[in-house]
């Protein structure tokens, strides 16, 4: 297992996934006028990288409920 001991995403790495997704969330699809989330989808918990692979822009309200799902 890798372990990367970089937990936040960075400014520059959210930024490339605002443009990827079009500044839409990837879970509901509303744009992300009021701000973003960067959410692992493999947890870091379980050796979840902090790469552009391993994340989606999320809205804060989306971020809170797939957590809430877990």
Excluded: W, Y
Excluded at 19 to 42: P, W
């Amino acid at each position: 297992m890798i372990i990367d001991s970089r937990r936040s995403f960075t400014k520059q790495q959210a930024k490339v996934k605002l443009a990827q997704c079009d500044s839409k969330c990837e879970r509901c699809g509303n744009l992300l006028e009021n701000g973003f989330h960067m959410h692992h989808v493999k947890p870091h918990s379980q050796g979840g990288q902090t790469i552009l692979t391993n994340c989606m822009a999320v809205c804060v309200k989306c971020h809170k409920e797939i957590h809430h799902e877990r």
